[in-house]
């Protein structure tokens, strides 16, 4: 990744760092504070390489840029807290599991003596219950409602 991103602390912004890194705060913290302070290219700081950065905190290049670009984009706060992590939509909720149970029940299609988990799976697509599904999702699904194929 090219070294796109200039990080320059003001003073107040330098005492906040050293603040972050000697009093208690967390690692991710105390990681993105240290790293910010040792890629300040400002008057008040010398300025290492960024391979250098990631190789003394444990951390890869690529978390160092991201960083960086996280302070010069959007500032010294966003740069130290960690991003929200967005909630997870479940897709495959009861109805999925009740029209996926219910097709297993049915009869096998032509030409085959029963239901195979692959069979379910392409046919809950085809059916356009969902859009796409592994195998292995069929098979969580129907053991968690304790269906059998046999």
Same mark, same amino acid.
């Given at each position: @990744?090219?070294?796109?991103?200039? &990080? +320059?602390?003001? %003073?107040?912004?330098?005492?906040? *760092?050293?603040?972050?890194?000697?009093?208690?705060? +967390?690692?991710?913290?105390?990681?993105?504070a240290?790293?910010? *302070?040792?890629?300040?290219?400002?008057?008040?700081?010398?300025?290492? @390489?960024?391979? /250098?950065?990631? #190789? #003394?905190?444990?951390?890869?290049?690529?978390?160092?840029?991201?960083?960086?670009?996280?302070?010069?984009?959007?500032? *010294?706060?966003? #740069?130290?807290?960690?991003?929200?992590? %967005?909630?997870?939509?479940?897709?495959?909720?009861?109805?999925? /599991?009740?029209?996926?149970?219910? !097709? #297993?029940?049915?009869?096998?299609?032509?030409?085959f003596?029963?239901?195979?988990?692959? *069979? !379910?799976?392409?046919?809950?697509?085809? !059916?356009?219950?969902?859009?796409? &599904?592994?195998? @292995?999702?069929?098979?969580?699904?129907?053991?968690?409602?304790?269906?059998?194929l +046999?």
């Amino acid at each position: @990744m090219a070294n796109r991103y200039k &990080v +320059t602390l003001t %003073k107040a912004e330098r005492e906040q *760092l050293t603040g972050q890194t000697r009093g208690k705060s +967390t690692a991710a913290k105390f990681i993105h504070a240290r790293a910010l *302070l040792l890629c300040d290219a400002g008057e008040f700081g010398d300025r290492w @390489m960024v391979a /250098d950065v990631a #190789a #003394a905190l444990g951390v890869t290049s690529r978390t160092i840029e991201h960083l960086k670009q996280r302070f010069v984009e959007e500032g *010294l706060e966003a #740069a130290l807290a960690r991003k929200p992590s %967005k909630p997870r939509v479940p897709v495959f909720d009861g109805d999925f /599991d009740a029209r996926l149970t219910a !097709l #297993a029940c049915s009869q096998a299609p032509k030409g085959f003596k029963r239901w195979t988990v692959r *069979l !379910l799976a392409d046919k809950v697509v085809e !059916l356009k219950i969902i859009d796409s &599904v592994s195998t @292995m999702t069929i098979q969580r699904s129907l053991k968690k409602t304790n269906c059998v194929l +046999t």
